[in-house]
Structures are given as C-alpha cells and as structure tokens.
C-alpha cells in the first residue's frame, strides 16, 4: 500500500513523514515502516522523540535549580540519575545557567598571627557627627630621587584631612 497514492501524500518531505510516524506510534514499526515506505531506522529515530525527552528534562533540571541554585551539569546528573552529557546538552539547548557562586576574599595571612595588642576600636562603627572618629594613614613618596614620608590624619565622617605632616625621615616624629 503506498500512502503518496492514497492520500495525496509526498513521502519525499520528512516533517510529514515523522508527523505520520509519530501518530501510528501505536502500529508496529516494522509495517510501519512498510507502509509509508520509509527505513525501519527512520521510524524508530522519529519514535524516540528526543524533542519532547529533552523538553522533560528540562522541566527536571528547572526543579533541581529551584531547590539548588547553583548546581552545575555534574550534580544535577547525579540528582537526577542521567547522563552529565545529556543534562550539558539539555542545559545549553535551552540557555539554563545556574547561579554561579562567588568567591569569598579572605586575608589568609592574617589568620595565622596572633592578634594585635592594639585593636581596631572602630571596626563596625558608622559615626553620626564630625570630630568624633578620626583615621590616620602612613605612605611615602619618591621626589627628587629621594623617599619623603607623609603621615595624614582624616575626620571619618567628613572624610577631611584635618592634619598632615612630612618628613625625610621613618621616624615616630612624622606621625606626632
């Protein structure tokens, strides 16, 4: 029986044919086959799928990141008990991207010292007035082929330097 025939169907188009395919999916394959004159290899391929395997994929990948957001193809695989391939392909076939994480910044150096006899009193501390917490800082500077040291003295709330002094010297002077 040639369906072209019958129907007025061409089966030179393969979106008809996979549109036939899919509604007789309940026929055997192999009259199937038969039938619109198509490969038993085309007929399984068109049966599998895979467009409507990868749209359900993707509603599971979107229920995994809801609950773990910053999941990766790797541990949403093992989540879901599939391939990490099929999720990678899933996942770029449709744009998913889960959140990625970013590093925190710790100063490791300081970690291992013992703390300071001399503590940051100030630390946390939002002042609401001029002239209440004042910050100090300490730098050189080349000039004229020799280092000058300059020691400044700031108001934290207006964020004025309220003093400064400099030297040719490292010395505590330069500070007082």
């Not at 030179?12 to 055997?28: C, E, G, H, Q, T």
């Not at 086959?33 to 990868?54: E, F, H, P, Q, T």
């Not at 994480?101 to 630390?123: C, G, H, T, V």
Request: charged letters at 30%; hydrophobic letters at 35%; one cysteine or more.
């Amino acid at each position: 029986m040639d369906v072209s025939k019958d129907y007025g169907v061409s089966t030179k188009k393969p979106d008809i044919l996979k549109s036939l395919i899919v509604r007789f999916l309940a026929f055997d394959k192999k009259k199937l086959s038969s039938v619109i004159g198509a490969s038993r290899a085309g007929v399984y391929k068109a049966s599998n799928n895979l467009a409507s395997k990868d749209e359900l994929l993707k509603l599971q990948i979107l229920s995994v990141l809801s609950t773990h957001p910053s999941y990766g193809h790797r541990r949403i695989a093992l989540e879901l008990k599939v391939g990490k391939k099929r999720v990678r392909r899933v996942m770029k076939l449709y744009d998913i991207k889960p959140y990625k994480r970013k590093a925190r910044w710790r100063k490791r150096r300081d970690e291992r010292r013992p703390e300071s006899q001399y503590q940051n009193l100030i630390k946390g501390i939002c002042p609401l007035r001029a002239g209440v917490v004042f910050v100090g800082d300490f730098t050189y500077l080349r000039w004229r082929g020799r280092f000058v040291y300059l020691a400044t003295f700031m108001d934290l709330y207006t964020r004025e330097i309220v003093g400064w002094s400099i030297s040719t010297k490292h010395t505590k002077e330069v500070c007082t």
